[in-house]
């Protein structure tokens, strides 16, 4: 069955430090692995996605991530943080077999950032 | 494009009546939509898959009776919460996917309805 563990359900950085938001996942086939932005009431949006190929995934709002099989990880990472990045973030991981078309997300870690 | 839009975005009704909401794929046809439940501080917990022309799949825990799902048409899902207690509280979800055949594809995500029962 997947599942996705999210480190930490808060993490806090000041404005331009780097954001380092964690994931792990488990899976018994290669995964479809996907971050979400949410603000406060509202739905979730797209940040980027891994299917296959490149390791290294690039998404929008300046935001990447690297899955690493080895380590079953898919963390999110952005290089200087911005006051508008508040907010709270999910990582997502597909189903397989029965499941196959729904995502299961992490507990989601709520990001602050200091000015 | 790929926009899901859900309404109400907020519902305030009495305990023992029945709230509906509705999510539309406004610029896609969805044979399949998903609809989560999110508890405060907490993530989306799938509740359940709606399919078009057929019944909806429950997940583990989710009463049926409870939480009625019609999915009419390629564009339309609705979700009535029926006999609404204040533990049924919370903020729902529903997405969709643009391309129903692509599982690697992302799911789109309407704003939401936060349902409070009093």
């Known amino acids: 069955a997947q599942s996705v563990t999210q480190l930490g359900s808060h993490v806090s950085v000041s404005e331009g430090a780097l954001v380092l938001l964690r994931c792990n996942y488990s899976s018994s086939v290669p995964p479809y692995l996907f971050w979400y932005v949410q603000y406060p009431n509202q739905g979730l949006q797209l940040l980027l996605k891994?299917?296959?190929?490149?390791?290294l995934v690039k998404g929008i709002n300046g935001f990447e991530a690297e899955f690493k099989k080895s380590e079953t990880s898919f963390h999110l990472t952005k290089p200087s943080a911005h006051m508008s990045d508040a907010a709270e973030y999910f990582c997502?991981?597909?189903?397989?077999?029965?499941?196959?078309?729904?995502?299961?997300f992490g507990r989601g870690t709520q990001l602050t950032v200091w000015p | 494009g790929a926009v899901v839009s859900q309404h109400p975005s907020r519902v305030i009704c009495k305990s023992g009546t029945s709230v509906k909401i509705e999510c539309r794929s406004l610029d896609f046809q969805a044979t399949t939509m998903f609809w989560y439940r999110q508890f405060p501080k907490q993530s989306l917990m799938l509740m359940a898959t709606s399919n078009e022309g057929s019944k909806a799949t429950y997940e583990q825990g989710v009463e049926k009776d409870k939480f009625l799902i019609n999915h009419a048409s390629l564009t339309l899902s609705t979700l009535t919460v029926t006999s609404a207690h204040p533990e049924d509280s919370s903020f729902y979800i529903c997405?969709?996917?643009?391309?129903?055949?692509?599982?690697?594809?992302?799911?789109?995500f309407g704003n939401g309805t936060r349902l409070t029962v009093t």
């Open positions: 997405s969709a996917r643009d391309r129903p055949e692509g599982y690697n594809s992302p799911l789109h």
């Open positions: 891994y299917t296959t190929g490149a390791t």
């Open positions: 997502a991981v597909s189903g397989d077999g029965s499941t196959l078309g729904r995502l299961y």
